[in-house]
């Protein structure tokens, strides 16, 4: 469906996953060898908190319908800004038309939201899912896609005070309103979340073959592993990504999470948790 990198840790200029990596988000635009698409071309988007950001900081947001390997407004913004905590995003639309509005990472205040999958059979389930959505946040609704309605569920339901309950408590609604409309499987795919100082990064389906979702290890051990690896050198103790699939080949560097889990990264690393395991 899509694929989508975050990162937390020092400082860093976008460009170095998204565009220089081996296997960077826009190598996998065009080339997606875990993807339920090997193509991902109907638009990208970008997300970052600025230097120096305190809690609460709204993060900027950059979204175009071009394919990722085709706009240069990419390349020169990634290689320009520097961020601790940034999203992106590349589509393979499977429904809503290509629009910008439609293009994650989506944002409410605070917060960074973008999802790899797909709510099953959306069209029987959007108007009771639209419908739940609280009056007060509809209007920050601005595109068609099942992803968006999902986020701002979620906002409803508890995200702001508790993301994983509140995204258990938005996939419960998911899944009962599919149900209801005998839909077999209502949630499909990976999510990340970022108030701008946590990820949340969540893997779960209803069919339990959940899209593909993985996280580096920490820095100091790829050192360890790979003392010539020069590129290595260009993080810092505290970076860390998640991502739809691995950005190079080497052994170790990444672990893949497990299905119905919840990958939680701050300042102190990884920390897994059971996510509607049951």
Known sequence: MCRWL???????????VILDAK?????????????????NGDGFGVGWYP?????????????????AW?????????RAVESPLFFSHVRAAA???IQRTNCHPFRYENWLFM???????FKKMKRDLTFAIDPSLYPSVLGTTDSEVLFHLALTLGLVDDPVKGMNAAIDEVERVGHEHGVLFPMQGT?????????????YSSQGRSRTLFHSVDIPTIREMYPDVERVSQFGDHAHVVVSEPLNDLPGVFHEVPEATVAILDR???????FRSE
């Open 268 to 274: 102190t690393g990884y920390h897994h948790e059971p």
């Open 51 to 67: 230097v120096g950001s305190v809690a609460g900081s709204i993060p900027a947001t950059f979204h175009s319908t071009e394919p």
């Open 70 to 78: 085709n706009d240069e407004n990419l390349r020169e913004l990634t």
């Open 6 to 16: 975050a990162y937390s840790g020092e400082p860093l200029r976008p460009s170095t």
């Open 191 to 203: 999510i990340a979340v970022s108030d701008g100082a946590t990820i949340w990064a969540f893997r």
């Open 95 to 97: 429904g809503p038309p």
């Open 23 to 39: 296997h960077s988000l826009v190598a996998q635009s065009l080339d997606s060898p875990l993807g339920a698409e090997t193509v």
């Open 115 to 121: 999802h790899n999958g797909f709510l099953g059979e």
